[in-house]
């Protein structure tokens, strides 16, 4: 039974095009997913952080 999540194309050519969503995620190691997951929700808090003081500062005036 031919696999069909690659293409023809992709293996002829040594895989490097037309790979599946699931083959190029088995690549991205595990603590780079978290340490981006990590910056991502530290991220949003510090800038709700902010605009929570923007929104007080607004307001006393």
């Given at each position: 039974?031919?696999d069909?999540?690659t293409s023809?194309?992709?293996?002829?050519?040594?895989?490097?095009?037309?790979?599946?969503?699931?083959?190029?995620?088995?690549?991205?190691?595990?603590?780079?997913?978290?340490?981006?997951?990590?910056?991502?929700?530290?991220?949003?808090?510090?800038?709700g952080?902010?605009?929570?003081l923007?929104?007080?500062?607004?307001?006393s005036?």
């Amino acid at each position: 039974m031919p696999d069909h999540r690659t293409s023809d194309h992709a293996r002829q050519d040594g895989g490097r095009t037309g790979r599946s969503l699931a083959s190029v995620t088995e690549r991205i190691p595990r603590g780079l997913v978290i340490r981006l997951v990590v910056y991502l929700v530290v991220g949003h808090v510090f800038a709700g952080f902010l605009w929570l003081l923007f929104a007080l500062g607004a307001e006393s005036q």
